[in-house]
């Protein structure tokens, strides 16, 4: 928000990513395990089907109702770079340990991927490209909504040629993952313009907007066997494309709207909320570990593992957040040493 008490952090957005991260890590999970039985394999099918739709497209909505322009552009990439560059860099080079020869080496001290690939975070550099870009076109034409939109629009279209066309192909990184950014900057724009119509939704709308949600999901699936997916992993085109808006817009707005109108105050997922960059940054490779500490070999097995692996890897990457969020540590990277409940948006 641009100002007053709209400065302060608002409890349902940061509950709201809370769910969307701790949705990040089983999905992971379920898809670190997929090919063990058929077990796994139905509990990524589920999680693929209601989490893709918007489970990575809600961060960019979310930061897009929290984003504040009024800044310098210099201030703004500082900023940006501060809170969200530097300590994925610190976080991703720390954890060069894990030894697995099968996992893409998304991490190290690579120079090219540090710098070009944003050290394998596509995510983070999405965020932020996704960020300048937003600044860039509010304060180049102030509102010209007839020529901010087509803009937007062209983003969307382009990143669609690119995937369709194979110009971009599946897991391949790109610059700065420009691809991602392109495909996903509509749902930040959207968010920034939206933040009035979240703090009127109503729960008659909320409860229209869900079944509209429902209906769409079910029509994609039963039409393609899938769901477009806009992650690392890029599976979209021209005939999906208007399906991957609308449930990508709708889950976004559901999703906050349940947070805001359904669970108000939640402190555990506020935490999870604010420490999401933490755990989207160390949780692949905890995942991994346990992993290789539980067995597949039966249905009963497979289910018991399955909880252990979702909840011991959540579990221990809040570990990890809550020891980064030492005051040292946090100085370490570039945060200040303590939080403030009345942290202004960026």
Known sequence: MDGGVANKRISYYDIAKGFLIIGVIFYHCANNVADKNSITKGFQL????????????????????????????????CKSIRTMIFPTYVITIGMM????????????????NLIWYCNGAWFIASMLTCRLLLWVIKHTFKNKFWIEIPIVIAFLMIGTFLVQNKIVHNETNNWFYYCQSMLLFPFFYFGYHFKKGIQC?????LCIL???????????YY??????????????NFKNLLWYVLLGLLGSVCLVGICKLYVKKSPVMEYVGKNSLILYLVHGQILQYITL???????????????????????????????????YIRILLGQPPCGNKNTKKD
């Open 201 to 205: 939704l109503k729960r008659k709308t």
């Open 210 to 220: 869900m079944m509209f949600y429902a209906i769409f999901l079910f029509s994609v």
């Open 293 to 327: 500490c539980l067995q597949f070999n039966s249905n009963r097995n497979s289910i018991f593992s399955l909880i252990v692996l979702c909840l011991s890897t959540t579990i221990i990457s809040l570990l990890i957040a809550w020891w980064l969020n030492l005051p």
């Open 223 to 236: 039409m393609y066997h899938s769901i477009p997916i806009v992650t690392h992993y890029l599976s979209l």
């Open 97 to 112: 340990w894990y030894p697995f020869e099968h996992v893409p080496n998304n991490y190290g001290l690579n120079m090219t």
């Open 46 to 77: 589920i999680l693929s089907v209601a989490l893709i739709p918007f489970f990575m497209i809600g961060f960019f909505f979310i930061s897009g109702l929290c984003t504040n322009l009024n800044k310098s552009l210099s201030s703004y990439i």
